[in-house]
């Protein structure tokens, strides 16, 4: 075989080993992914109601652990919503069982995905919002947050067949990046990996076949940002959503998945978006923005307080 044709079959950058490890570092990432296939092969076979208990209870017991992750939630809630010192602290331990719930709540569902799929209520006035975005055949920029389950809200509109692919960002594991591609590839979800060199290819042919490209930008990442008002403070937030939606003509949607008891309610609303130049890129950011806060307000148990939100990465 020729060289050429070795490097067809050559895995991508972002799945492939990562030489720079230290031995210590390699030990310790080892024992990390032997932990997370270990609770993988135990959670497959819990029930439900059971894995959704002990999910919680980890995610308390984890605030725990994490003491300066804890603070940094009471602090953000504090701050941002206003609250007292016992409200604000009682949110953040409230915020960490609500991550570890929805995360072992999916590792239950993975072999029986309908369990978790037949408690996501999707009302017929969203849908029709939802579907009137994919009319304009122009694609769809789906934002959201991480807010409630929102992998679960992939695997939702996948299995209603609508056809939604997700940017993400690769693990610091390759082997954690080639696991996480192939359990959203099994429920219909395609994955779009920031680094890859296809990445940006990709991005502009699923819109220009008129589908669905989702994106969570509500963190502080290294990407490229702009400042926007996010709970009265400037916030440094990913801009690649709303630079895509200007190019393409794209139609733009916000939606998000939030326990309610023990169902899952999908809500969607559609963006009205301003198309006249680059400085649109700012303005529709906040836009898109402000409807992430007014749904974190609606639950402000099920966000990830302890993400360093307003400082620049």
């Known amino acids: 075989m020729t060289r050429a044709r070795h490097a067809k079959f050559r895995r991508p950058a972002y799945t492939r080993p990562v030489a720079r490890w230290t031995v210590g570092q390699r030990l310790k990432n080892d024992a990390i992914y032997r932990v997370i296939r270990a609770t993988l092969a135990v959670a497959r076979r819990l029930p439900l109601p059971l894995a959704g208990a002990l999910g919680a209870l980890a995610g308390r017991l984890g605030a725990w652990i994490a003491r300066s992750e804890s603070r940094r939630a009471e602090e953000a809630c504090a701050r941002s919503l206003g609250l007292g010192q016992p409200e604000a602290r009682a949110l953040a331990r409230a915020a960490f069982a609500s991550l570890g719930r929805s995360a072992l709540e999916l590792c239950s569902a993975l072999d029986r995905p309908d369990a978790l799929l037949g408690r996501v209520s999707f009302s017929p006035e969203d849908r029709a919002r939802l579907d009137a975005a994919l009319a304009e055949r122009r694609g769809v920029v789906f934002v959201t947050a991480h807010l409630g389950s929102w992998e679960l809200m992939a695997w939702a509109l996948a299995s209603m067949g609508y056809p939604i692919h997700t940017i993400a960002a690769p693990s610091y594991d390759p082997r954690l990046t080639r ?4 359990l959203r ?5 395609r994955s779009i990996w920031r680094s890859a060199p296809s990445a940006a290819r990709r991005t502009l042919s699923v819109l220009r076949s008129g589908e669905i490209l989702g994106a969570l930008i509500d963190q502080s990442t ?7 008002d996010f709970f009265g403070r ?5 801009s690649g959503a709303a630079a895509l939606a200007l190019r393409t003509g794209a139609e733009v949607v916000a939606g998000f998945l939030t ?3 023990d169902r899952y309610d999908l809500r969607i609303r559609r963006l009205a978006v301003t198309r006249r130049g680059r400085d649109d890129v700012t303005a529709n950011t906040a836009r898109m923005t402000r409807a992430i806060e007014e749904a974190i ?17």
Do not use: I, N
């Not at 696991?179 to 192939?182: I, P």
């Not at 290294?222 to 926007?228: E, K, L, T, W």
């Not at 307000?297 to 990465?313: S, T």
């Open 259 to 261: 326990r309610r008891a």
């Open 179 to 182: 696991l996480l591609r192939r």
């Open 185 to 189: 590839r099994e429920r219909g979800v």
């Open 234 to 238: 400037p916030a440094p937030t990913p």
């Open 297 to 313: 307000r609606g639950a402000p148990d099920q966000w990830v307080w302890m993400h360093r939100r307003w400082e620049r990465r």
């Open 222 to 228: 290294r990407v490229p940002s702009v400042d926007v």
